[in-house]
């Protein structure tokens, strides 16, 4: 979504990356910092002139991706050159990949053409891929390293050179190698602590096995924004529960012995993408930047976060001719605002402007029937929410951080809170969702869905909560089938992640979780 050209080379690839990071190292940050300060000021001109209003409200999806082997299911370098195919771009890892869908208005159909867009574009970069033996997959975190060497060494393995660190398996851009580069009081963290495994590492590379959805909702209204925020951080919890996907790390990431039954099917996070995430991104001794946000009560507050957020990696910028170039240097900044919910202020054209909420919390889905019905259930909960001036937005903000961070860690067994529509405080799961999809239901109908397209839209969401089995409790009981098997753990773990990639192979276009059989029943014999 980016339009603008940095001048030291940020997304450039094709200097040298030392001397880029070395021109980098050399901008004045208290300089890069007084530009966006002063950049502020056209926002808040153009939110008292309504530019950032709309007709309707819009929806949109990023969406990144995995390649890997397409017989062994081994993790993979997606050669560069499918990066061409419309719609992708390159993201952390030289195995990630990330789609950015159309923006679209937030309705029955364009729900349908989020998803019917995405499909189309994901096909068609399998059918190339598929020249270089590459399957593109959609998880939460791939278990299966490469095969030319070891996961570790794969994901921390760097040079050093006069002072800056590169990532071997980094993209080559200045924006990933300069988190672990650009001065010393700067740098993200360097170690991921997690049960049963500890990973040391001096660039971003570990945080690449992690890969995410992230649905956007516009609202019509810009004044709207810290409102439906405060409804997204309440959503976070509940939403990313039913969405867990990433129970276990590689194996080979477990501290000797490596992993037990115990730590795989009960004791790990659910959604280990959370603590990988935050443990790794945040700056050594510094302010967090990856964490779950304070809520906020003007657009004021809002663009003066960001603006005061810590500074990672300055850059000095020529906006060529978009409308957002009047503030290139905010979405510089904004671009490692990592909260897991953020506002977005941006658009190419002042007609296009677009002041919206972007969830990040929530991984990859087996499925993009499954990943559409999370940015339906999103959009829809937050319109509803808001029309009905729901009780849960009094939910103090300290249970919704609560909320988030236990259902990280349990999923749908997390001990979460909510208040219902009547006022009465709940903490059981099924009261929780039945007023939660009321709420997106009451929403979805607003913005003009049929009878039919909601129950299509939350069907895959609604079998989770009857089933209880989301896609990470799905793999734990792959691999307690697999463990019961006679497989070792490590066995198990791959056998598990085999039996999704194959089972996703099938039903990525059409399907949901809520179709696949049971692991047991799709045992290897």
């Avoid at 950032?52 to 990144?64: C, I, R, S, V």
């Avoid at 053409?113 to 994901?122: H, I, W, Y």
């Avoid at 996907?245 to 730590?263: A, H, Q, V």
Wanted: one cysteine or more; charged letters at 25%.
């Amino acid at each position: 979504m980016s339009g603008c050209r940095v001048c030291v080379g940020m997304t450039s690839t094709g200097s040298d990356p030392v001397e880029r990071l070395k021109r980098v190292s050399d901008i004045d940050v208290e300089a890069f910092n007084a530009r966006v300060r002063d950049e502020t000021d056209a926002i808040r001109d153009h939110l008292e002139a309504g530019t950032f209003d709309n007709e309707q409200a819009t929806t949109g999806l990023e969406y990144e991706f995995y390649a890997v082997d397409r017989e062994t299911g081994h993790l993979r370098r997606i050669p560069r050159s499918l990066l061409s195919c419309v719609g992708f771009d390159r993201e952390l890892g030289l195995h990630n990949a990330e789609l950015n869908s159309a923006i679209h208005p937030f309705t029955g159909r364009g729900i349908d053409a989020v998803r019917a867009e995405v499909a189309g574009k994901v096909e068609a970069l399998q059918r190339r891929a598929a020249e270089d033996g590459i399957r593109v997959v959609s998880d939460g975190m791939w278990t299966i390293g490469p095969a030319d060497g070891e996961t570790d060494d794969y994901l921390t393995e760097a040079t050093h050179e006069e002072g800056l660190t590169l990532g071997i398996n980094v993209s080559n851009g200045v924006r990933y190698h300069g988190f672990a580069s650009v001065g010393d009081d700067r740098m993200i963290g360097s170690e991921i602590d997690v049960p049963g495994a500890r990973i040391d590492a001096d660039s971003a590379g570990p945080v690449s096995l992690t890969t995410s959805i992230q649905p956007h909702y516009q609202p019509r209204r810009a004044a709207d924004i810290p409102r439906y925020h405060r409804i997204a951080t309440r959503l976070a919890g509940p939403l990313l529960a039913l969405a867990v996907n990433s129970p276990f790390l590689p194996p080979e990431l477990y501290d000797d012995p490596g992993p037990d039954r115990d730590l795989l099917v009960a004791d790990g996070y659910a959604e280990h993408r959370v603590p990988v995430y935050e443990q790794m991104m945040n700056p050594s001794g510094r302010d967090r930047k990856v964490k779950f946000p304070r809520d906020i009560d003007t657009l004021e507050t809002a663009i003066d976060r960001i603006a005061s957020d810590p500074t990672l990696v300055p850059a000095e910028i020529e906006s060529e001719g978009r409308f957002d170039g009047e503030f290139v240097h905010f979405r510089h900044k904004h671009g490692s605002y990592w909260r897991w919910v953020r506002p977005v202020f941006d658009g190419a054209t002042e007609a296009s402007a677009s002041a919206r909420i972007e969830f990040r919390p929530i991984p990859g889905q087996p499925t993009i029937p499954d990943a559409v019905a999370i940015l339906a259930a999103f959009g829809g909960a937050m319109r509803g929410l808001a029309e009905r001036d729901h009780p849960v937005l009094d939910l103090p903000w300290e249970r919704a951080e609560e909320n988030f961070y236990a259902a990280a860690r349990d999923g749908l067994d997390a001990d979460m809170t909510w208040i219902t529509d009547d006022g009465t405080e709940t903490t059981r799961t099924a009261d929780l969702y039945s007023d939660l999809f009321a709420a997106a239901t009451a929403g979805l109908e607003s913005h003009g869905c049929t009878t039919d397209q909601i129950a299509a839209a939350l069907y895959p969401l609604r079998s989770r909560v009857e089933t209880g089995r989301t896609p990470a409790s799905w793999k734990r009981s792959a691999v307690d089938v697999a463990l019961d098997g006679g497989a070792t753990p490590a066995e198990a773990v791959r056998t598990a992640q085999r039996t999704y990639f194959e089972l996703q192979r099938r039903t990525l276009y059409d399907d949901s979780l809520a179709d696949w059989p049971a692991p047991e029943a799709v045992a290897p014999s």
